[in-house]
Nanobody, 114 residues
């Protein structure tokens, strides 16, 4: 069982920045594909960004050019740097770890005010 603990959410004005962190409790963190998903009220959970074990990344169109996903395998942590935030980025953001089995964090709220 892998525990994922997110942090870094909060309230920010439009145009501002936040950095989310997700710490994973596994000795083989480097083998996991790590991702950030989000779910806004009344909407389905959607992929925001993903980084493979080899550090290849992919982003949702809505995140391209504004968000950056990165990982620090020495710290068992994945990050999501979010810049130029918009009100439509408001959602609960979830960390995901995939290596045969999917694991999810508890989520962290991001609220962007206009």
């Amino acid at each position: 069982q892998v525990q994922l603990v997110e942090s870094g959410g909060g309230l920010v004005q439009a145009g501002g920045s936040l950095r989310l962190s997700c710490a994973a409790s596994t000795r083989i963190f480097g083998l996991y594909t790590m991702g950030w998903y989000r779910q806004a009220p009344g909407k389905q959970r959607e992929l925001v960004a993903r980084i493979s074990s080899g550090a290849s990344t992919n982003y949702a169109d809505s995140a391209k050019g504004r968000f950056t996903i990165s990982r620090d395998n020495a710290k068992n942590t994945v990050y999501l740097q979010m810049n130029s935030l918009k009100p439509e980025d408001t959602a609960v953001y979830y960390c995901n770890a995939l290596y045969g089995i999917n694991y999810w964090g508890q989520g962290t709220q991001v609220t962007v005010s206009s």
